[in-house]
């Protein structure tokens, strides 16, 4: 069954440092999306991107982030200068559309500790 | 504001019963709900979704229905197995229009005993 695949498993950074977050959705998904959950809170939904664009994104995705399809495999997020508070578990997801009933694929997740 | 949120922060529940999971939301304009379900170290998993026209949608061993009128959505898992065991999450879309834009709950964590 294809997967949604996030590198590295865990991140560890010290504060003010820039880290880039790796995924590599499903080959011929069209939709791709970065979700962040920090330690026993809901998900969020950080960002959208469609056509080599962001389509949506949150009152989280400031300035710090960007996201960037550099290839036609993969999908990243930089977050730059880590705060303490951008620790979480941060998820890609992808999807063929977005009507109902497209089922958004997610990946195991990118650990991320900021010390 | 939008939000969604879990009635039940935990369940725990004997192996074969049926669950109910139960989720709560606030935007009347949202069209589509989704159930998903993250096991220990996994990403959300698609469970189930249902769109706002209807009220009841089954799957295999699950059901989730749609009360519109109290914005209420329940997830039905029959026969629970120790598999179904993990974090439950309901999330709605908050975006009327092609862009999906997910809105979590905070997560009910299911525990089936043997």
């Known amino acids: 069954e294809p997967e949604v695949t996030q590198t590295p498993s865990h991140q560890v950074t010290q504060m003010g440092q820039e880290v880039i977050l790796r995924c590599v959705p499903i080959s011929n998904h069209l939709y791709f999306y970065w979700y962040r959950q920090i330690l026993g809170q809901k998900v969020e939904f950080l960002v959208s991107?469609?056509?080599?664009?962001?389509?949506?994104k949150s009152e989280i995705f400031d300035d710090q982030f960007s996201v960037e399809r550099p290839d036609g495999s993969n999908f990243t997020l930089k977050i730059r200068s880590t705060k303490l508070e951008d620790s979480a578990m941060y998820f890609c997801?992808?999807?063929?559309?977005?009507?109902?009933?497209?089922?958004?694929?997610f990946g195991s997740g990118t650990r991320l500790t900021v010390v | 504001g939008e939000s969604v949120g879990l009635h039940l922060p935990t369940l725990s529940v004997q192996e074969g019963d049926n669950s109910i999971i139960n989720c709560a939301y606030s935007n009347s304009a949202s069209d589509y709900f989704i159930w998903y379900k993250q096991e220990s170290g996994k990403g959300p998993q698609f469970i189930i979704d249902?769109?706002?026209n209807m009220d009841k949608r089954q799957g295999q061993r699950v059901t989730v229905l749609l009360n519109k009128t109290v914005k209420h959505l329940s997830l039905q898992i029959a026969a629970t197995q120790p598999g179904d065991s993990a974090v439950y999450f309901c999330a709605e879309n908050g975006n009327a229009g092609n862009n999906r834009k997910l809105i979590w709950g905070l997560g009910t964590s299911l525990a089936v005993n043997p």
């Open positions: 991107f469609y056509n080599n664009e962001i389509s949506e």
């Open positions: 997801a992808s999807s063929v559309g977005t009507g109902g009933s497209t089922v958004d694929t």
């Open positions: 249902i769109r706002s």
